[in-house]
């Protein structure tokens, strides 16, 4: 009896050791294991667009180097809230990321009065991804075959230019360009860019700013011709394109890009993991070479390059805002 007593206390000594030793080395077993199942990647953005297209030739590469899938979300709608919003909800185990664009980070913030998310506060910056300009483009039969002349075209014209315009970031580029040409515009609203090309090529509307992989085919099938692109690039695809700022724009620069955050509280280690390994794809020859032939150029940075980059753009877009004196949306 007194024997069995001694083993049942040895017994529970030896569980609660084993219990104590899982305990303590779980958690740096699972950091150690990440990522340990599949990575979402969410896009703010249908399917076919520059960030899509950013995103799934990332999404295949980031695959390869971290060892699990990680696969591209599209959760559309509310210029991006809806996928901002998800991201905000999601657990941060680095296992729920947004391809963002700096129409979510810092352009948003400057035309809403109001926003469901934080930027401050609701994410942990990874790291920048791709940038690329606008082209500004007009209908392959226009008048208008540079800057010069759609400018002189514009002030000729009784009522100006109408543009196309498919979201905020391009309510802000239209009243930017329109301010620094001196000229008038009248922004015509779309909801996506399929009406606005073929708005385009009939020669409904007279200008539009489009991504590079949806201009570039048309530009090529001479349906439409490119004005000028809103920043400059090193992107071969597009160098014999002039910025609009050499142009006779001046002080006109306007990049769009995508970077990838995550949920607010993630570990950092999890965002150092992450960052290295997004570093080291996007600088294989393959993954530039596939987001160049859309007019997509890498961007390679660190968490705190990607934060500052967005605190300067953030106080330039307000300004923006301000100097073009436009209402905040509700």
């Not at 076919?48 to 950013?54: I, L, Q, R, S, V």
């Not at 030739?57 to 709608?77: C, D, T």
């Not at 570039?216 to 695809?237: F, Y």
Request: charged share 20%.
């Amino acid at each position: 009896m007194k024997r069995s007593k001694h083993l049942l206390a040895f017994t529970k000594f030896v569980c609660s050791s084993v219990i104590a030793a899982a305990m303590a080395i779980t958690p740096a077993q699972a950091q150690q294991a990440y990522p340990n199942k599949l990575v979402k990647l969410l896009v703010g953005f249908a399917a076919g667009g520059p960030t899509d297209n950013a995103a799934r030739v990332v999404a295949e590469a980031l695959a390869k180097q971290l060892g699990q899938p990680v696969i591209v979300e599209n959760r559309p709608g509310a210029n991006s809230q809806i996928a901002a919003m998800e991201l905000v909800r999601s657990k941060p185990d680095g296992y729920t990321l947004l391809l963002a664009s700096n129409g979510t980070l810092t352009i948003a913030p400057a035309i809403y009065k109001r926003l469901p998310y934080d930027v401050s506060k609701d994410f942990t910056l990874v790291g920048s991804v791709v940038g690329y300009p606008h082209v500004l483009v007009v209908p392959g039969q226009s008048k208008a075959t540079d800057l010069a002349s759609l400018i002189k075209l514009a002030k000729s014209s009784p009522q100006g230019l109408n543009s196309a315009s498919v979201g905020h970031v391009n309510d802000l580029t239209i009243e930017w360009f329109q301010k620094l040409a001196g000229i008038t515009l009248t922004r015509v609203p779309y909801k996506g860019d399929s009406a606005v090309i073929s708005d385009l090529v009939s020669r409904r509307i007279d200008m539009a700013f489009l991504a590079p992989n949806v201009a570039i085919p048309l530009m090529d099938g001479k349906k439409l011709h490119a004005v000028g692109l809103t920043t400059d690039v090193t992107v071969e695809r597009l160098k014999a394109i002039p910025p609009l700022k050499d142009a006779g724009l001046q002080g006109f620069d306007m990049k769009i890009w995508n970077g990838i955050v995550a949920p607010a509280g993630t570990d950092p280690a999890i965002v150092k993991q992450l960052n290295t390994a997004l570093k080291s794809v996007l600088q294989t020859p393959e993954v530039q070479t596939k987001l160049a032939q859309t007019g997509q150029q890498v961007i390679i940075d660190t968490p705190e390059e990607f934060g500052r980059n967005i605190e300067q753009e953030s106080v330039q877009w307000k300004r923006i805002v301000k100097d073009a004196n436009l209402q905040l949306i509700e």
